[in-house]
């Protein structure tokens, strides 16, 4: 992988070095013609990069078949040719053999790279990740609920990713057709392909929301090329581009603070008996407890009640997605909300600023117990491990599945381990399992419980304390539950 950015990173700088010496000192023609090798050399290493050898050589022979047609034909003819190019790019025919290259080349050659942007601060960005699907929840379940839902967000994203791919082959066919007038204007049609191409890919991540409001911003520096290259007077040119772009600025610092404020929480809710508290454990924080940089953990304790810390749980959430720390979980109990959450290692002060931030919105003193706490044991304590949690959280997933209106039975898949080979024997003699060799160790013993049920809630919280209480009485110890159809 490290060879791949290497070649791909050195190509790119090259032809940024390149590009504006040519477009300097070259004849127009020559400005044309390395303009598009440049950009068809950027485009084949984005394939490189992100898509692998494999798609790399697939997608070299569309477009040398492509190129091939446009350079020998007549310019009358080749129209019909740009749109074969179009659909060979968008259907991929050669699909057999890439998936031949993928299982005869290294694994570093045909994966897709990933590059990490954010560092140590990986563990938020993954939870914000989770809390924007969350926040796009109710789109992504019409996918499952309404067949017509689907077939038209299917059929739009192939639209655009067509228009997106024979704009760019045409646009390329023109340059290379008036190489002799060649314009700096042509580049414009490569923005709106890059457009095209990123509300391609937000329609098929997010929906037709995210998409309008990225299509919207998209639309100002296209409506700024307009009127600066219109037949207005130059006075009144020069200000409505002005005012375009005052406009589009004002849009764009929108944009960003709703960016922020688009904020949810997914709560594993249930009562704590032995703690005496009404829990509201962070659903979408699950999958991330076991990180090595998010390891200061801080408790405030807000003497208010419930209806009143409601009233400042958007602010709090927005406050914490702005700062990129994690809110993990509050509970209620005896007039006092006990609030948790995540700071990155540095954060230290941050997690200080917050309390002050808590009793300026709160107008009260707000104590704060910061703790370092890299194993999670604290986590694991006071929530993560608790029985009312896993039922919680069996019960969650169990109604997501209905709420995507799968109503079928369900599996409760239990991962424990047990330090002892003859409780596991014993417990083994209770329940069916599968031992899981590649988690387990001389000491440690994984296993896998499942567990049919219906879909029902109060059989999923029977079945679920019962398993555990088989688990307890051999001390074996809870890993995690997951909930299958």
């Known amino acids: 992988m490290k060879t791949r950015i290497a070649i791909a990173g050195s190509l790119t700088i090259l032809v940024f070095i390149l590009l504006p010496i040519a477009l300097i000192f070259s004849e127009l023609r020559n400005q044309g013609i390395f303009s598009i090798s440049a950009i068809l050399l950027l485009v084949y290493i984005g394939v490189y990069v992100f898509g692998g050898v494999a798609k790399l050589i ?35 025919p050669l699909a057999v053999l890439e998936t031949w290259f993928e299982n ?46 689907l077939i038209t967000r299917q059929l739009l994203t192939l639209t655009l990713l067509m228009l997106g791919v024979f704009l760019f082959i045409n646009q390329i066919n023109n340059i290379k057709n008036s190489l002799n007038n060649f314009s700096l204007d042509n580049f ?68 960003i603070v709703k960016f922020y404020q688009r904020v949810a929480y997914d709560a594993y809710r249930y009562y704590d008996v032995d703690q005496q508290k009404e829990v509201h454990a962070n659903a979408l924080f699950e999958p991330l407890v076991y990180n090595d940089t998010y390891t200061k953990c801080a408790h405030y304790q807000i003497k208010v009640k419930p209806e009143t810390f409601q009233k400042h749980w958007h602010d709090i959430l927005v406050y914490a997605n702005y700062f990129r720390f994690i809110i993990t979980a509050y509970a209620y109990g005896k007039e006092m909300v ?84 003859e409780e ?46 088989d688990m307890m009485t051999h001390r074996g110890r809870f890993v995690r539950i997951s909930v299958y159809y």
């Open 58 to 92: 697939v997608y070299l022979i569309y477009g040398v078949a492509t190129t091939l047609f446009l350079l020998f034909l007549p310019e009358g003819y080749q129209l019909p040719f740009v749109i074969i190019g179009t659909l060979l790019f968008v259907l991929n």
């Open 104 to 149: 005869h080349l290294k694994d570093e050659d045909v994966l897709p790279i990933r590059i990490s942007l954010f560092g140590s601060y990986w563990p938020f960005y993954s939870y914000r990740k989770e809390m924007k699907n969350f926040y796009h929840l109710p789109q992504a379940r019409k996918l499952y609920t309404k067949r017509w839902y």
């Open 188 to 255: 414009m049609v490569f923005y709106l392909v890059i457009i095209v191409f990123i509300l391609t890919f937000i329609l098929f991540k997010k929906g037709f929301s995210s998409t309008f409001r990225v299509f919207v911003i998209g639309l100002f520096p296209v409506m700024i090329h307009l009127v600066l290259i219109s037949a207005v007077e130059p006075p009144l040119k020069f200000i409505l581009a002005l005012a375009v772009l005052v406009m589009f600025v004002v849009v764009s610092v929108f944009e």
């Open 338 to 421: 006990h609030l948790h959450a995540d700071f990155h290692e540095n954060q230290a002060r941050r997690a200080e600023r917050f309390k002050v931030w808590l009793e300026s919105h709160f107008k009260m003193a707000v104590p704060l117990e910061l703790v370092d706490d890299p194993g999670k044991t604290r986590y694991e304590k006071m929530f993560f491990h608790r029985p009312g949690y896993i039922i919680a959280r069996a019960q969650n997933l169990a109604q997501l599945l209905l709420d995507l209106e799968i109503d079928s039975k369900i599996i409760l898949s239990f991962v424990m381990y047990f330090e002892s080979e």
């Open 424 to 469: 596991l024997e014993a417990f083994a003699l209770e329940r069916p399992l599968t031992r899981l060799d590649e988690m387990s160790s001389e000491q440690v013993k994984t296993i896998r419980v499942d567990v049919p049920t219906l879909n029902d809630e109060f059989l999923i919280e029977a079945k679920v304390t019962e398993v555990l209480l």
